[in-house]
């Protein structure tokens, strides 16, 4: 238990804010990441995201296929200090074929930051992340990239965020202009002018400030752009609603900024934004009671595992959600689901693929601790209390491939490879009751590339990877009390031909058509069928084992 006093814990408690960055590919997200990460000190020249013969490449972008295609696979965390305040941010790939791992992310943030193409406005990646945070009542900024290109109307798109993601918007800052023509940005709520002008990667506080809203020699200086958005401010001042907190923090009304990443541009007024208005650690519930996150004792949740975030030591690192008390390394821990106990004393913090070994960390920070397959994806860890965090989500995958080995001498690599990948939720993978040939499933056929890409690159494995019969899966359980481990065991016996284990040895059924599914659940009524799992590897195993 930490020797902090209680108003200590909670003052570090109120200094955390823990946000997710989301959007559709190429909305500028990566490159906003950088930028934040800039303006707060915590490096001194940003990445390009683009620029793959380029030395540099973005901070949250370490893997390897990443730098090639210039494209997030994977979701990265990073820490910073701003304004007395330790932000983690936590950058999330735009692509679909990973939403997995972003809605697991999304599990554990506070809040999140919405990156609209202002060419593009909501697009359909945007649609699918929001419905996560909305359904998890989180609050979300809204930040209006790309003002410098030939964009849409800032009014257009201020309709179109509220009719298509069902939210008010409040605009905190304004554009002057757009294109060619984009002369910077009116913070309504310092009343002031930042005068653009385009710059590349370091940190300038040298932008032209000019103050209030309406000056005369704006009319002259900035001509008709200054002339509409004047009129556009005039127009919301009497039918943008106001903001409201409450309804911020619930998710059902959004801040909105406007700017251009690439420039660096408009990123100061989103990240003091991050610190006024995103709240810090609340309480978070698990199975048997809502923890608060000043409560004396730790707790945490893994949401994430990565392999090989270091090739030269084939590590495998727990991103862990601190949600209550204060971590110390050295400290025991203990894993709630198996009841293992930790000691982990390189724990580390991240700036994306560098870390620093880590002495203390405070409700709402990521913590990574080196992993040898003792932790799982959802799983709580205490300091000795039986507690089950909720919400992590698994969901049937969509696709499905076979998978050999090209050479049968690395048959050995390609397993272990592929456990880990399966441990860390980049691919989901079956072992079937009845046949050697391991199945990979997965949302898109993206993930299936970057996995042989990964096979390949850091386990030296070259796989086939190949057609398969199945197309939807379904996990299995049975909740009649009596007798529900034996039912499920007889479900699995009659069934071999169809029926393979996760990664966490959840039994699985796999059917090639829907109406084949259909009739296995009437001739099995005791068996219920899921088609999301929360982390429930211990109910498997405890119906496994009677």
């Given at each position: 238990?930490?020797?902090?006093?209680?108003t200590?814990?909670?003052?570090?408690?109120?200094?955390?804010?823990?946000?997710?960055?989301?959007?559709?590919?190429?909305?500028?997200?990566?490159?906003?990441t950088?930028?934040?990460?800039?303006?707060?000190?915590?490096?001194?020249?940003?990445?390009?995201?683009?620029?793959?013969?380029?030395?540099?490449h973005?901070?949250?972008?370490?893997?390897?296929?990443?730098?090639?295609?210039?494209?997030?696979?994977?979701?990265?965390?990073?820490?910073?200090?701003?304004?007395?305040?330790?932000?983690?941010?936590?950058?999330?790939?735009?692509?679909?074929?990973?939403?997995?791992?972003?809605?697991?992310?999304?599990?554990?943030?506070?809040?999140?930051?919405?990156?609209?193409?202002?060419?593009?406005?909501?697009?359909?990646?945007?649609r699918?992340?929001?419905?996560?945070?909305?359904?998890?009542?989180t609050?979300?900024?809204?930040?209006?990239?790309?003002?410098?290109?030939?964009?849409?109307?800032?009014?257009?798109?201020?309709?179109?965020?509220?009719?298509?993601?069902?939210?008010?918007?409040?605009?905190?800052?304004?554009?002057?202009?757009?294109?060619?023509?984009?002369?910077?940005?009116?913070?309504?709520?310092?009343?002031?002018?930042?005068?653009?002008?385009?710059?590349?990667?370091?940190?300038?506080?040298?932008?032209?400030?000019?103050?209030?809203?309406?000056?005369p020699?704006?009319?002259?200086?900035?001509?008709?752009?200054?002339?509409?958005?004047?009129?556009?401010?005039?127009?919301?001042?009497?039918?943008?609603?106001?903001?409201?907190?409450?309804?911020?923090?619930?998710?059902?009304?959004?801040?909105?900024?406007?700017?251009?990443?690439?420039?660096?541009?408009?990123?100061?007024?989103?990240?003091?934004a991050?610190?006024?208005?995103?709240?810090?650690?609340?309480?978070?519930?698990?199975?048997?009671?809502?923890?608060?996150?000043?409560?004396?004792?730790?707790?945490?949740?893994?949401?994430?595992?990565?392999?090989?975030?270091?090739?030269?030591?084939?590590?495998?690192?727990?991103?862990?959600?601190?949600?209550?008390?204060?971590?110390?390394?050295?400290?025991?821990?203990?894993?709630?689901?198996?009841?293992?106990?930790?000691?982990?004393?390189?724990?580390?913090?991240?700036?994306?693929?560098?870390?620093?070994?880590?002495?203390?960390?405070?409700?709402?920070?990521?913590?990574?601790?080196?992993?040898?397959?003792?932790?799982?994806?959802?799983?709580?860890?205490?300091?000795?209390?039986?507690?089950?965090?909720?919400?992590?989500p698994?969901?049937?995958?969509?696709?499905?491939?076979?998978?050999?080995?090209?050479?049968?001498?690395?048959?050995?690599?390609?397993?272990?490879?592929?456990?880990?990948?399966?441990?860390?939720?980049?691919?989901?993978?079956?072992?079937?009751?009845?046949?050697?040939?391991?199945?990979?499933?997965?949302?898109?056929?993206?993930?299936?590339?970057?996995?042989?890409?990964?096979?390949?690159?850091?386990?030296?494995?070259?796989?086939?990877?190949?057609?398969?019969?199945?197309q939807?899966?379904?996990?299995?359980?049975?909740?009649?009390?009596?007798?529900?481990?034996?039912?499920l065991?007889?479900?699995?016996?009659?069934?071999?031909?169809?029926?393979?284990?996760?990664?966490?040895?959840?039994?699985?059924?796999?059917?090639?058509?829907?109406?084949e599914?259909?009739?296995?659940?009437?001739?099995?009524?005791?068996?219920?069928?899921?088609?999301?799992?929360?982390?429930?590897?211990?109910?498997?195993?405890?119906?496994?084992?009677?």
């Open positions: 238990m930490s020797d902090l006093t209680p200590a814990l909670a003052k570090e408690v109120r200094r955390r804010r823990t946000f997710a960055i989301i959007s559709h590919p190429d909305a500028g997200k990566t490159t906003l950088e930028k934040l990460l800039l303006f707060s000190g915590a490096i001194q020249i940003a990445g390009s995201v683009k620029a793959r013969k380029a030395s540099r973005a901070t949250s972008d370490w893997m390897e296929i990443e730098k090639q295609r210039g494209i997030s696979v994977a979701s990265s965390v990073m820490q910073m200090e701003y304004r007395d305040c330790v932000i983690n941010l936590l950058d999330t790939p735009g692509h679909q074929d990973f939403s997995e791992d972003t809605y697991r992310v999304l599990t554990a943030v506070d809040a999140a930051l919405m990156v609209i193409d202002a060419a593009n406005g909501v697009e359909p990646q945007t699918r992340l929001l419905q996560v945070c909305r359904a998890r009542n609050p979300i900024l809204t930040f209006v990239n790309k003002m410098d290109r030939e964009v849409k109307d800032p009014l257009v798109l201020m309709d179109e965020i509220e009719r298509e993601l069902g939210m008010e918007v409040v605009p905190f800052t304004w554009p002057v202009g757009m294109g060619k023509q984009f002369h910077g940005v009116m913070d309504l709520r310092e009343k002031q002018m930042r005068v653009f002008s385009p710059g590349e990667d370091r940190n300038r506080d040298n932008d032209e400030i000019l103050g209030g809203l309406d000056h020699a704006y009319a002259e200086r900035f001509g008709m752009q200054y002339a509409q958005a004047k009129g556009e401010i005039e127009l919301l001042t009497d039918a943008a609603p106001a903001f409201d907190r409450e309804a911020f923090l619930t998710g059902r009304q959004t801040p909105m900024f406007f700017g251009s990443a690439v420039n660096n541009f408009g990123v100061r007024e989103v990240l003091d991050l610190v006024d208005l995103a709240p810090a650690p609340g309480p978070r519930a698990a199975i048997q009671r809502s923890v608060a996150p000043d409560e004396p004792k730790l707790t945490g949740v893994v949401f994430k595992i990565q392999a090989n975030m270091d090739p030269a030591h084939r590590d495998r690192i727990a991103f862990v959600r601190v949600a209550s008390g204060h971590f110390e390394r050295g400290m025991r821990i203990k894993v709630a689901r198996s009841g293992k106990e930790l000691r982990p004393n390189t724990v580390v913090s991240f700036l994306s693929q560098r870390r620093e070994l880590l002495d203390e960390a405070f409700a709402g920070d990521i913590i990574g601790i080196p992993n040898h397959g003792v932790l799982q994806l959802g799983d709580t860890l205490t300091e000795g209390e039986s507690l089950q965090y909720t919400g992590l698994f969901f049937a995958p969509e696709m499905f491939r076979s998978v050999e080995v090209a050479d049968p001498l690395r048959t050995k690599q390609l397993k272990a490879g592929l456990i880990q990948l399966g441990e860390e939720g980049a691919i989901q993978v079956f072992r079937p009751v009845g046949g050697s040939v391991l199945l990979l499933g997965a949302v898109g056929q993206l993930q299936f590339e970057v996995v042989a890409h990964r096979l390949e690159h850091e386990y030296g494995v070259k796989a086939r990877i190949m057609p398969s019969r199945f939807v899966a379904r996990w299995v359980t049975c909740d009649d009390k009596d007798g529900g481990a034996k039912e065991q007889r479900f699995i016996d009659g069934n071999a031909h169809r029926v393979a284990f996760d990664a966490v040895d959840a039994p699985t059924v796999l059917v090639e058509y829907a109406p599914l259909r009739a296995i659940e009437a001739n099995w009524p005791k068996i219920r069928f899921h088609a999301l799992r929360e982390h429930a590897g211990l109910v498997f195993q405890r119906q496994l084992e009677g």
